[in-house]
Nanobody, 129 residues
């Protein structure tokens, strides 16, 4: 059973940075896609960034390209999200997630929440102007 625990959220002023971490246990070699999602109050959950582990290819929402970086620390079984130049519209609960089984690259690039079966409890990010 895959278990995910996020940390690193907090409050920051616009223009600041945060790094989110997700400790992953139960991860197997057949897990091909992991990602970060966010959900603001009254809005649908959206895929922020995903990583296709087979080729280490990364995919980003247009709203975060050039500002966020997703990566994996294999040694520590940790998924990271470095967030720079934060904006008030980045305020949301952030979740890490794993797509079960051998997800395709197309699935991973689509960043659809419905394709991810394992979720962490979330960590809050608040950006003030």
């Amino acid at each position: 059973q895959v278990q995910l625990v996020e940390s690193g959220g907090g409050s920051v002023q616009a223009g600041g940075s945060l790094r989110l971490s997700c400790a992953v246990s139960g991860y197997t070699a057949s897990t091909y896609c992991m990602g970060w999602f966010r959900q603001a109050p009254g809005k649908e959950r959206e895929g922020v960034a995903t990583i296709y582990l087979v080729t280490e290819t990364t995919y980003y929402a247009d709203s975060v390209k050039g500002r966020f970086t997703i990566s994996q620390d294999n040694a520590k079984n940790t998924l990271l999200l470095q967030m720079n130049s934060l904006k008030p519209e980045d305020t949301a609960m952030y979740y890490c997630a794993v797509s079960p089984g051998r997800a395709s690259r197309t699935t991973c690039s689509s960043r659809r929440p419905g394709d991810f079966g394992y979720w962490g409890q979330g960590t809050q990010v608040t950006v003030s102007s």
